[in-house]
């Protein structure tokens, strides 16, 4: 594939220049070859072809964890706290009930909802769907909402769960599997993907990042020990731990919050690459904007200013956790800002041939693009339903490399210079007030 990829760059250098060599492409591109290509495709494909060959001591390892899970037979909890999302539950619990896992409770927290939730939800815990309904008349915000159900919370493990979500038939299991593999191991993430891919162009783009971002870059992080979020959409807990680190602090990007606090306490996280839930994406532009500025904005509040410790080498410095917070930091957020430069630098040194060098970068990309899709056809499970995605590989890079870009440069700015986090109505005011008083 390479072959084939490095071939159409040739066609289209000799099609579009006589003058552009090899030489000057490297020149040229140098952030694409340099910054991007050895760690969002080189290092993901050695990585992925690693796991394949691996695949039967994995699998091993797999079938020991379930007999040691089904031999002890844990409750545990699914919280899923949310406001708004009457309409959801019903199909969130039908998905539950079809789990091969069985031994489990339900709890809904409902955060101030002013829709037909209380009603929604009040009929299913009558019926036996859901064993325990929480109300907040207040909104209190997601992480209130959170830590309201892990008070009432029986279970040894606690998955959290989005309202809107639904799961394949193992996934329960498969997202309980890691904390057989390892006592250290105290939190898992599951592997989230698109559901309303075909809705819109804005959904489809979100589907393939979603497999390349999510599937696979955190199958590689995992790999390398520097794991760093657990989707809120899915994730698994230790209800113990949980309450040793004080559970979920306030704010966007809670995420990756909890996860680095768990790892420094000292224990480790894991990613379940094939526990897989199957979430619902912006269908809109703006909204997608919007979000994706909230979400990045978390970086710049959680990492660079709370966790910041785990960046100096103190008494309880690891390096594992300097390296994942040093590795996210530096490609979401620094060479975000090396990127500006190096487009502003091509626009002004290159004026009179701007549009031979970003159709040359746009295949460049595309080719690039292509080999990450062989990549997830490596490791997707449902592979012969995504291949779908393939023609929107031609406008991904514009996606990725521009649109992306652009929404995480704003939010860093916007989040470093004048703390807007705190001012996002994701989070009730009362409660950000609080969080930025108390430096969270």
Not at 231 to 239: C, L, Q, T
Not at 273 to 281: G, K, L, R, S, Y
Not at 340 to 351: C, D, E, K, N, Q
Request: glycine content about 6%.
């Amino acid at each position: 594939m390479l072959n084939f990829c490095f071939d159409i760059i040739d066609g289209i250098i000799a099609c579009f220049t006589r003058n552009l060599t090899w030489s000057a492409v490297l020149h040229t591109y140098w952030f694409l070859f340099i910054i991007e290509f050895p760690r969002y495709y080189f290092l993901e494909l050695v990585i992925s072809i690693w796991h394949q060959i691996t695949f039967k001591s994995r699998k091993r390892k797999q079938d020991v964890a379930k007999m040691k899970l089904y031999l002890e037979n844990p409750l545990i909890t699914i919280l899923a706290p949310g406001k708004n999302e009457g309409k959801h539950i019903y199909k969130l619990v039908k998905s539950l009930n079809e789990q091969t896992y069985r031994n489990y409770e339900i709890i809904i927290v409902d955060d101030g909802s002013d829709d037909a939730t209380p009603l929604i939800c009040r009929d299913l815990e009558k019926a036996g769907y859901i064993d325990l309904y929480l109300r907040s008349h207040i909104r209190g915000g997601k992480a209130s909402a959170a830590n309201y159900g892990v008070h009432y919370a029986k279970g040894k493990y606690i998955v959290h769960l989005d309202a809107d979500s639904s799961l394949d038939r193992d996934a329960i299991e498969k997202i309980l599997l890691p904390f057989y593999y390892d006592p250290k191991i105290k939190a898992v993430g599951g592997c989230v993907k698109v559901r309303n891919s075909d809705e819109t162009l804005c959904t489809s783009m979100q589907a393939l990042e979603y497999l390349k971002t999510i599937q696979i870059g955190r199958m590689v992080t995992n790999t390398l020990g520097i794991y760093h979020i657990i989707s809120g959409a899915f994730g698994a807990f230790e209800r113990e731990k949980l309450m040793q680190i004080g559970m979920w602090d306030i704010g966007p990007g809670l995420d990756g919050d909890i996860t680095q606090k768990i790892r420094k306490s000292g224990d480790k996280v894991y990613f379940a690459e094939d526990a897989i839930c199957m979430t619902n994406v912006p269908t809109q532009w703006h909204a997608l904007f919007k979000q994706r500025q909230r979400w990045s904005k978390s970086l710049i509040r959680f990492r660079l200013r709370k966790h910041f410790d785990i960046l100096i080498p103190h008494k309880h410095f690891n390096i594992l956790n300097w390296i994942s917070n040093m590795e996210n930091l530096m490609y979401d957020c620094y060479f975000n800002f090396l990127w500006l430069f190096y487009i502003v630098t091509l626009i002004f040194m290159h004026t009179d041939r701007l549009m031979e060098i970003f159709l040359v970068g746009w295949m460049i990309r595309y080719c690039f693009s292509l080999v990450a899709f062989g990549v997830i056809m490596l490791v997707s499970e449902r592979a012969s339903e995504e291949k779908k995605l393939v023609p929107y590989l031609f406008v991904s890079t514009f996606y990725t490399g521009y649109f992306l870009r652009s929404a995480r440069l704003l939010a860093h700015i916007k989040e470093l210079f004048f703390f807007s986090s705190y001012k996002d109505p994701w989070n009730p005011k009362k409660t950000s007030e609080l969080a930025q008083v108390e430096g969270i």
